[in-house]
């Protein structure tokens, strides 16, 4: 599992691919966070991140299937996927050393942004001004939502051997898992299906945890996601003629 692992993280870094998509992640938070008139935490005026922190789910939603879109999609372009499958392995370790290769990526991308935080504890008056523990709920937050896409890319690369479908796939259930069940929760105002619409979503358990409240519910929403997610993908590879 771990030469998986190993070869997936390495075929990353190897490639173009990994640092334009998280180079483009980090360019469009810096430029959100510190240069855009309506967005700039500098006209906001205020030592607080809760800007970046609700934009970077959106720019998840294109960066994390574009990292997993090739996860299956391209074993099956390529037909390497026979070669792999004959390994010792079961169909949920490739799956897991997948999965661990996308989330070391998503950490790549998570890391250099701490530096916004040292930025703002420095500018704020007086200094080190900023709500830490808030901050802190945030990125692990934002580093479940991750691990909660990360999943649904994965599935749906597994679904075709094209890797511009499965991006798109993965793009749209990406988002409507963050706030189609809350647009549809809507529609049901007023009655129990609200309520449960809205827990059923991404964003009302991203939005608790960022509060800077661990609750337990949440992270067994999280966990109970990914897992839904890597079942389906279980059930499609397992149940598909390579």
């Known amino acids: 599992m771990y030469a998986v692992f190993k070869r997936e993280l390495f075929s990353f870094l190897n490639s173009l691919m990994a640092y334009i998509t998280i180079g483009v992640f980090l360019l469009a938070c810096a430029l959100l966070l510190w240069f855009f008139p309506d967005t700039s935490i500098l006209d906001y005026g205020y030592a607080e991140m809760n800007g970046f922190f609700n934009l970077v789910p959106f720019l998840f ?4 299937p574009a990292i997993t879109m090739r996860s299956f999609a391209e074993e099956r372009r390529e ?8 390994r010792p392995l079961s169909d949920l370790q490739i799956i ?9 990526l998503l950490l790549f991308a998570l890391i250099p942004t701490l530096i916004y935080y040292y930025s703002i504890y420095q500018l704020g008056l007086p200094k ?3 709500d830490a523990g808030a901050v802190i709920g945030s990125y692990l937050g934002l580093f479940l939502l991750g691990n909660a896409f990360i999943s649904i890319g994965i599935f749906a690369s597994s679904i075709t051997k094209n890797q511009v479908i499965a991006f798109a796939v993965a793009v749209f259930l990406c988002f409507f898992a963050y706030s189609g069940f809350a647009s549809l929760s809507k529609v049901f105002e007023l009655s129990s299906l ?7 979503g991404i964003n009302e358990h991203y939005q608790s945890i960022s509060r800077g409240v661990l609750d337990t519910r949440d992270l067994i929403y999280f966990i109970t996601f990914v897992s839904v997610f890597f079942g389906l993908t279980k059930l499609v590879i397992g149940g598909r003629k390579w």
């Open 96 to 104: 897991l050393a997948k999965y661990f290769a996308c989330v070391v």
């Open 61 to 64: 939603i294109f960066l994390i």
């Open 194 to 200: 609200e309520t449960i619409l809205v827990n059923l």
């Open 128 to 130: 080190g001004n900023v």
């Open 79 to 86: 037909g390497t996927y026979v070669l792999l499958a004959t």
